[in-house]
């Protein structure tokens, strides 16, 4: 069957690093174009189709909104995004509607995320010329109808769904995800816990497009980035003049998400004063934006996730009880990283796969250093050490050498107790392992003051950086 040829996205950014770090994220999957003003952008708009226009906000001239809106006038079909800073953050929220821009992503992104939320772009586009293609072609039966909508479904869900969790087959991940595929198709709202980076949103998209509300908008917004007054008009939408900047009627999430999915995540981040107007939103099935009299009906699923112990918040008073039963229908929690250290391999060769440098690998050695660390910022970590690997190494097998200091430090970390003889190896080679597990627990004890370190040791602190560097716990760039 004939590929498809990938979408293309324009990507305008004054900072020509920014714009350089966003074209290498997005090539893989996308024709990428770039331009840093927003003259540039319109030119190569004039003479390229482009499907999506990702823009930063701040820029001379011509500011992101105002050219988004330009873009609306003329490529009315172009999916627009924008991307800025908190401080921007009313700007935006006031010239969305004018400018028409489907999502805008808060600074700094995650190039998961970022990457996530381009292909939910694409799809977008994919979706409304199947639409138009639909209402052109009424001359079907509704047979061939059905037909159409359950192929569109079943493509979205082989590239959003369970398969994406990269698991071993006897991973703690493979049990949330036979739950989550069982209660999938059920219109229960989920509370999703876990540690920050251990892919909860992945999760959520995985149930969206394994519900019967696939074919529908899956919506995320972080409850924890943004201060209650703009969680308020992000979430249920504002009404012209309801607050200062508020020029323009602009639709919430949730109604953007109607017949969706909502992902909420980092609820547990929002106040009591917050989680009264959310929790009458899930009770009465409807919201009231920000400035009008009237309520406007919504049929939303609620996804949620939260690295904190609600239950522990419920019990203190933090977070509300009523809220914490309604949002979580059934709970599933992400295991970290170090608890499923099996699957290191396999997102490793995924995260591989997936670049454009397929042809590459780790050496024994450093997927011993990989399997060894604790791994706190969990696959979001991972996935930056193998990004720095890829960037920094030379070669189709790249070396542990290649991974930051703290990985490096890891490897010498037995526990409680030395085990100098589990390798094997010269004196000489067993003496400097336990030299680097003593130096490696010390740094840890001191949380890497080098000060602290020396002093302790007897050493010097050129000494103690001679030995880093000789033990390879240190590397050039330190």
Same mark, same amino acid.
């Given at each position: 069957?004939?590929?498809?040829?990938?979408?293309?996205?324009?990507?305008?950014?004054?900072?020509?690093?920014?714009?350089?770090?966003?074209?290498?994220?997005?090539?893989?999957?996308?024709?990428?174009?770039?331009?840093?003003?927003?003259?540039?952008?319109? +030119?190569?708009?004039?003479?390229?189709?482009?499907?999506?226009?990702?823009?930063?906000?701040?820029?001379?001239?011509?500011?992101?909104?105002?050219?988004?809106?330009?873009?609306?006038?003329?490529?009315?079909?172009?999916?627009?995004?924008?991307? *800025?800073?908190?401080?921007?953050?009313?700007?935006?929220?006031? /010239?969305?509607?004018?400018?028409?821009?489907? $999502?805008?992503?808060?600074?700094?992104?995650?190039?998961? $995320?970022?990457?996530?939320?381009?292909?939910?772009?694409?799809?977008?586009?994919?979706?409304?010329?199947?639409? $138009?293609?639909?209402?052109?072609?009424?001359?079907? &039966?509704?047979?061939?109808?059905? $037909? @159409?909508?359950?192929?569109?479904?079943?493509?979205?869900?082989?590239?959003?769904?369970?398969?994406?969790? +990269?698991?071993?087959?006897?991973? !703690?991940?493979?049990?949330?995800?036979?739950?989550?595929?069982?209660?999938?198709?059920?219109?229960?709202?989920?509370?999703?816990?876990?540690?920050? /980076?251990?892919?909860?949103?992945?999760?959520?998209?995985?149930?969206?497009? *394994?519900?019967?509300?696939?074919?529908?908008?899956?919506?995320?917004?972080?409850?924890?980035?943004?201060?209650?007054?703009?969680? =308020?008009? =992000?979430?249920?939408?504002?009404?012209?003049?309801?607050?200062?900047?508020?020029?323009?009627?602009?639709?919430?999430?949730?109604?953007?998400?109607?017949?969706?999915?909502?992902?909420?995540?980092?609820?547990?981040?929002?106040?009591?004063?917050?989680?009264?107007?959310?929790?009458?939103?899930?009770?009465?099935?409807?919201?009231?934006?920000?400035?009008? +009299?009237?309520?406007?009906?919504?049929?939303?699923?609620?996804?949620?996730?939260?690295?904190?112990?609600?239950?522990?918040?419920?019990? &203190?008073?933090?977070?509300?009880?009523?809220?914490?039963?309604?949002?979580? /229908?059934? /709970?599933?929690?992400?295991?970290?990283?170090?608890?499923?250290?099996?699957?290191?391999?396999?997102?490793?060769?995924?995260?591989?796969? =997936?670049?454009?440098?397929?042809?590459? @690998?780790?050496?024994?050695?450093?997927?011993?250093?990989?399997?060894?660390?604790?791994? !706190?910022?969990?696959?979001?970590?991972?996935?930056?050490?193998?990004?720095?690997?890829?960037?920094?190494?030379?070669?189709?097998?790249?070396?542990?050498?290649?991974?930051?200091?703290?990985? @490096?430090?890891?490897?010498?970390?037995?526990?409680?107790?030395?085990?100098?003889?589990?390798?094997?190896?010269?004196?000489?080679?067993?003496?400097?392992?336990?030299?680097?597990?003593?130096?490696? +627990?010390?740094?840890?004890?001191?949380?890497?003051?080098?000060?602290?370190?020396?002093?302790?040791?007897?050493?010097? @602190?050129?000494?103690?950086?001679?030995?880093?560097?000789?033990?390879?716990?240190?590397?050039?760039? =330190?």
């Amino acid at each position: 069957m004939r590929t498809p040829a990938p979408l293309t996205v324009l990507v305008v950014d004054d900072e020509p690093r920014s714009l350089e770090t966003l074209r290498r994220t997005l090539e893989e999957d996308f024709t990428v174009y770039t331009a840093q003003s927003a003259e540039d952008g319109e +030119a190569i708009m004039a003479r390229e189709f482009v499907h999506i226009v990702l823009s930063d906000q701040r820029m001379p001239g011509t500011q992101g909104v105002e050219f988004l809106r330009r873009v609306r006038s003329q490529w009315p079909d172009t999916v627009r995004l924008i991307l *800025s800073g908190y401080t921007d953050a009313e700007d935006i929220i006031a /010239g969305i509607n004018q400018a028409g821009i489907w $999502q805008y992503l808060l600074k700094p992104w995650h190039p998961e $995320q970022l990457l996530l939320t381009l292909k939910s772009a694409a799809d977008l586009w994919r979706l409304q010329q199947e639409n $138009q293609r639909l209402s052109l072609d009424l001359r079907d &039966s509704p047979e061939r109808l059905v $037909q @159409r909508v359950a192929s569109r479904r079943g493509k979205l869900k082989a590239r959003s769904g369970f398969d994406r969790l +990269a698991r071993a087959a006897d991973s !703690p991940l493979n049990a949330v995800c036979e739950l989550a595929q069982k209660i999938a198709g059920h219109e229960l709202s989920v509370l999703i816990t876990g540690e920050s /980076g251990t892919g909860k949103e992945l999760l959520a998209r995985a149930i969206h497009f *394994s519900s019967d509300r696939a074919e529908r908008a899956f919506v995320v917004e972080n409850c924890g980035a943004l201060p209650d007054t703009l969680l =308020e008009a =992000e979430l249920f939408g504002h009404k012209k003049g309801a607050y200062t900047g508020a020029h323009e009627d602009r639709i919430g999430l949730f109604q953007q998400a109607d017949g969706g999915t909502l992902f909420l995540d980092e609820i547990g981040d929002t106040s009591p004063a917050f989680q009264v107007k959310l929790l009458r939103a899930l009770q009465e099935g409807e919201i009231r934006p920000v400035g009008s +009299a009237r309520t406007v009906p919504v049929d939303v699923r609620i996804i949620a996730a939260t690295n904190r112990d609600l239950e522990a918040d419920v019990a &203190s008073g933090r977070f509300r009880r009523d809220l914490y039963y309604r949002i979580a /229908g059934i /709970g599933l929690h992400m295991p970290c990283l170090r608890e499923r250290p099996q699957d290191i391999p396999l997102i490793v060769g995924g995260l591989f796969k =997936e670049s454009a440098l397929a042809g590459r @690998r780790f050496s024994d050695a450093a997927l011993k250093t990989l399997l060894a660390y604790h791994w !706190p910022g969990n696959v979001r970590e991972l996935q930056n050490e193998v990004m720095r690997a890829l960037a920094l190494g030379d070669g189709n097998v790249l070396g542990a050498e290649l991974f930051s200091p703290r990985l @490096r430090v890891a490897k010498f970390m037995t526990g409680a107790s030395f085990a100098v003889d589990a390798e094997g190896g010269t004196l000489k080679d067993q003496l400097d392992r336990l030299e680097g597990q003593v130096i490696a +627990a010390t740094m840890e004890r001191h949380k890497g003051n080098k000060t602290r370190v020396a002093e302790e040791l007897g050493l010097t @602190r050129v000494g103690l950086r001679m030995k880093l560097a000789r033990l390879g716990l240190i590397g050039d760039e =330190e």
